[in-house]
């Protein structure tokens, strides 16, 4: 069964969706989709031959050859228009890599029915690029796994204007406020705390660096306040 991280990913795959999972590696993700019949077609792009091959063997372990297809390609090269691809899966980068592969692959006037995006970190910069391409948020959701909070953004063609802090904190996030968002950032805030305490013990509270710290901190336990 899939990792919490990938099952919540996994949730958001509307049934009977044509799916792309680009940077799939083992290819968990999709091949689940298709074990438990949620979905019939997918393609598994890899930009590397060593977890293209992660790809083929799961293929075969799990005899899905005639509906998962494994496919070197930077990107959404991996996609053929054949394919008939609705929804697109990108899950377990970094949010600027993702970002690139998104504008490396973004045709204007062509979008996908759904994007579901889970960056590790940088989630603001994922947020920020569906904004300016043409994609509205219509979920978001955040899971700890494996001692890490990882974030998960669900989009469909619409327009988004976010302020700052939505871009940061989410905008469900900040609506719903769920305890989970409210740890990771809880942590985020005691994190900095530490990092002031010390330099405060190098006696250097009055430095940029000090300031800044101290308006992040502030900042965070502002909005979970
Ligand atoms: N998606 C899986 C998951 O969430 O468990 C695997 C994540 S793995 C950490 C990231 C994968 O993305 C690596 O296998 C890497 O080769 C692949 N990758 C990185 N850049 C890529 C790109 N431009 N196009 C396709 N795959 C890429």
């Given at each position: ?12 795959v509307?049934?009977?969706?044509r ?13 689940h ?8 077609f997918?393609?598994?792009?890899e ?7 992660n790809?083929q ?5 799990t ?28 899950a ?23 994007l579901?995006?889970q ?7 994922v ?11 219509i ?5 700890f ?32 406020r769920?305890e989970?968002?409210q740890?990771?950032w809880?942590?985020?805030a ?7 305490t ?13 300031h ?5 901190r ?8």
């Amino acid at each position: 069964s899939l990792s919490p991280r990938l099952a919540l990913v996994a949730s958001f795959v509307p049934a009977q969706a044509r799916l792309a999972d680009i940077g799939s590696d083992h290819a968990y993700l999709p091949a689940h989709l298709l074990l438990t019949g949620k979905i019939s077609f997918a393609v598994a792009g890899e930009v590397a031959a060593g977890p293209l091959e992660n790809v083929q063997h799961e293929i075969e372990r799990t005899h899905l050859s005639e509906t998962l297809i494994g496919r070197l390609g930077d990107g959404f090269a991996a996609i053929e228009p054949a394919d008939k691809i609705d929804t697109v899966t990108i899950a377990g980068m970094g949010g600027r890599l993702i970002a690139e592969i998104l504008t490396a692959g973004h045709t204007p006037g062509k979008q996908y029915q759904r994007l579901i995006l889970q960056p590790n970190i940088d989630v603001d910069v994922v947020r920020t690029w569906l904004q300016d391409n043409g994609y509205a948020l219509i979920d978001e959701t955040m899971v700890f796994d494996d001692n890490h909070y990882y974030e998960v953004l669900v989009a469909e063609p619409g327009v988004t204007k976010f302020t700052t802090r939505q871009l940061k904190f989410g905008p469900f996030n900040l609506a719903r406020r769920p305890e989970v968002w409210q740890a990771r950032w809880q942590q985020e805030a005691d994190r900095i705390h530490t990092i002031m305490t010390q330099l405060a013990a190098a006696e250097k509270t009055a430095t940029p660096a000090y300031h800044a710290y101290q308006a992040a901190r502030d900042h965070i336990l502002e909005v979970l306040a």
